[in-house]
């Protein structure tokens, strides 16, 4: 008997209890997607006592935290580091003994890539805009008549942002479209790979959402004191160390691995799902923490309004091309005084963001070596998906040489591919959870998503939507007991 027959049968409430020892009475769970959402809400269920198991299509688990190895160092290609200022990962850190790894970045500029050179991100300006004005002013990323423009803020009206707006629109309304283009665009947009102006105010920055209702002013705000620590920090042994660890800590959670979860489908009041190659299970719920795509394609046959929804989530493309430097790239000056650049879409560059990783990283820092991590890839803009490995390496070492001065040519590289990975929280988004949660609910009780297309990218925002997902499936089976 395999594992998987073994786990409907152990669960199976219908059965008579065989012979031998007491027969397994637990609930059982499904978790679709073994990123650190599903990692997650597969600890969390299995510590509210269910029976819980866990299917990855891939080889590995992992999702979005990977690594490859460059010049012999392992490079993180996916997520790289951890703000602190949400304190989820951190505890999360904290619950699986990885204290000790935690790095905090070293302090450096951060650049923006303007048509006059690099330019240091002003002080205080923020992925939701800026917080004072003196420090964009002296940055000299903005005209005279952008900096004007800006400077009116404090007198403006309090814009209405009722039935969701973008953010860039909001800033554009603030402080004049150079802020967006120059500014906000290449922080917000870069992290997002994404147009500012069509990211909700409301889902993608939920703060200044609630400055924006609260205040009239961004700008003549009372603003809280300056959090004191470092802002990022990142794990020694890389970010995948963290779902390594998660996953060598589920306890008795059964992880399948190579395992593509086909279909959900209700019977007899369970929920029924495919996986590859024809085999069934049934379960009394499920967590789908797979890219959103990918969900609309398992519940679309129960539930094609849902499956409807779920498709219209947008993701962007990215590539990650990880370079290695001779040591003589670390004394221009760009490259040694900064953390990184930025890169505005407007500059028509396929490169859209590069982190100098042995200035930013004290374990990246390297006799002989100079890592450099450069990222390319936005929303409507596949650009980089049509160039091969080769071409796009290519251009993206020559768009860091252009942009930093440096003159070295690479002495390894690496990249990883995301398609359709980057969640876009578009205007609209939360509306459109909203129908996805309600119809779900109708179409396939029990079954919940969780992770970065629904609540945002960030490591953050993704164990609060896997602790979600899980009390609300546990909620569930108590409820149904
Ligand atoms: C290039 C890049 C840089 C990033 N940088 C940062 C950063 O510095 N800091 C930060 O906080 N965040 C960062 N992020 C975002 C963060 O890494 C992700 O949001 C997060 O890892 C997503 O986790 P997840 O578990 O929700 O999804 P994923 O990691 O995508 O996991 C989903 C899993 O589901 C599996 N799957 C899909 N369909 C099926 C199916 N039908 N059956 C079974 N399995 C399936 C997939 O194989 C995958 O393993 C970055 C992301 C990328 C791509």
Known sequence: MS?????????SRDEPPPDGPEPDTRRTVAVVGGGITGLVAARRLADSGAKVALFERGSSVGGQLAAVTVAGRQIDVGAESLFTAAPGPLKLIEELGLHDDLIAANPATTWIQTRRGLRALPAGFTPAGPTRLWPVARAGVLSPRGLLRAGLEPLLPATATDGDISVGDYLDSRFGRQVTDRLLDPLLGGLHSGDVRRLSLAAATPQLAALAVKHRSLLLRRRPPARSGPAFVTLRGGMRSLTDHLAAMLGDVEVHLETQVTALRRIDGRTQLTLEGGRHLNVDGVVL?????????VVREVSPAAAAELEGLRAA??????????ASAAEVPAISQGSGLLVPSSHGDLLKAATFLSTKWSHHSDAEVVFIRASAGRIDDDRARHLDDTELITRLDGELRAATGMTE???????RRW???MPQREVGHRQRLTTITRTLADDLPGVTVAGAPYDGPGLASCLRSAEQAAAQVATTLERSA
């Open 3 to 11: 594992r998987i027959e073994s786990l409907d049968r152990r669960a």
């Open 317 to 326: 493309s990215v590539a990650v091309a990880a370079f290695a430097y001779p």
């Open 409 to 415: 040519a690479p002495t390894d590289v690496a990249i």
């Open 289 to 297: 923490a797979t890219p959103a795509h990918a969900a609309a394609q």
């Open 419 to 421: 398609p359709v990975t």
